[in-house]
Nanobody, 125 residues
């Protein structure tokens, strides 16, 4: 069973920074492309970023490019999303994901195979 556990969400002022973490087992990190999706109130879930198994390829949605950075530490079985220059439009539940294929697939509409429970990020104006 694939278990993904997010942490690091919270409330931050506009312009601030926050780092999300996702923990999973060694098998998950060795097997899957990892990523982040988010869902804002009243909106559909959207792709945020994805990263290949060996961390050589990182894909970011246009809406977060230059502000968010995805990374992974396979030795620690942790994935991160460093978020900066946050705006109220970034307010959402952020989900850690794992899936097959390529990192770019998830920016092209592929749905991940596994999802975490989500962590709330609220950006106040």
């Amino acid at each position: 069973q694939v278990q993904l556990v997010e942490s690091g969400g919270g409330v931050v002022q506009a312009g601030g920074s926050l780092r999300l973490s996702c923990a999973a087992s060694e098998v998950v990190f060795r097997t899957y492309v990892m990523g982040w999706f988010r869902q804002a109130p009243g909106k559909e879930r959207e792709f945020v970023a994805s990263i290949s198994r060996n961390a050589r390829e990182a894909i970011h949605a246009d809406s977060v490019k230059g502000r968010f950075t995805i990374s992974r530490d396979n030795a620690k079985n942790l994935m991160y999303l460093q978020m900066s220059s946050l705006s109220p439009e970034d307010t959402a539940i952020y989900y850690c994901t794992a899936g097959r294929g390529l990192a770019v697939d998830y920016n092209n509409g592929r749905t991940p195979d596994y999802w975490g429970q989500g962590t709330q990020v609220t950006v106040s104006s």
